[in-house]
């Protein structure tokens, strides 16, 4: 889970960078190819926690449930 927590900083702190960067300069990202820069690295962010927080979601349900199973025989 700690995978999460790093990639969805890493947005949050990206984001707020953004921001402020923006709030300060009229005309950023004053370039195509800044803004195609900063539009990718926003999707990466984006879809790593995205992905994380599924990948870890769906490992985390099937080791409870393989943890459940293991209980059910002893008993």
Do not use: C, D, Q
């Not at 990202?29 to 994380?52: E, F, K, M, N, Q």
């Amino acid at each position: 889970m700690e995978g999460y927590y790093i990639a969805a900083g890493a947005a949050a702190v990206w984001a707020v960078i953004l921001t402020a960067i923006g709030v300060r300069n009229e005309s950023f990202p004053a370039t195509r190819g800044a803004t195609r820069l900063v539009a990718a690295i926003s999707i990466v962010l984006v879809v790593a926690t995205i992905g994380l927080a599924i990948y870890l979601s769906a490992t985390e349900e099937h080791e409870k449930g393989g943890e459940e199973h293991a209980t059910l025989g002893r008993i």
